[in-house]
């Protein structure tokens, strides 16, 4: 930056930089995208257009403009939070990649509905039908994958 004055104002004028950013692209999904109070959501957020997300601050989470948490991105782009919510309606989370030296800031929004009702069942945290498996309840899990899961619940 360059300063002068003339006649007690002072004037700043930005320096030329050699260095641009590299636009990136920020996508979110909620899985679900429909839940009860208190039920786990995952957000998953995936960064591209950013080789080197080391100098960054991580990808931020915000629930209606609250930050909710700011977490580091894979190497892959990644970045993921499981969440819960304590109020109904309609929630707008955005993910806000926060920028590194080499990499633009982008950022994408989805919506979450809350009801404080359970929701109906379905695939649950993990992509698997739980069904009535509560914390701290044990059960053995067998299951192959060959570009499709089977997962057999035992009690």
Avoid: W
Wanted: charged residues 10%.
């Amino acid at each position: 930056m360059v300063l002068g004055a003339l006649a007690g104002a002072v004037t700043c004028a930005p320096q030329a930089s050699a260095q641009t950013q590299a636009p990136t692209t920020t996508t979110l999904t909620a899985s679900p995208s429909s839940a009860a109070i208190g039920q786990y959501v995952v957000l998953s957020a995936h960064l591209s257009g950013c080789a080197d997300t080391s100098t960054s601050l991580g990808m931020s989470f915000f629930d209606d403009g609250d930050l909710l948490a700011t977490v580091p991105i894979a190497a892959n782009g990644d970045a993921s939070l499981i969440r819960s919510f304590s109020t109904t309606g309609t929630h707008t989370v955005t993910a806000v990649f926060n920028a590194s030296p080499e990499c633009a800031v982008s950022y994408a929004t989805t919506n979450v509905v809350v009801t404080d009702s359970p929701a109906p069942p379905g695939p649950g945290l993990l992509g698997l039908n739980v069904g009535d498996i509560h914390i701290g309840d044990t059960k053995n899990v067998t299951g192959s994958y060959n570009n499709s899961a089977e997962v057999n619940y035992y009690n």
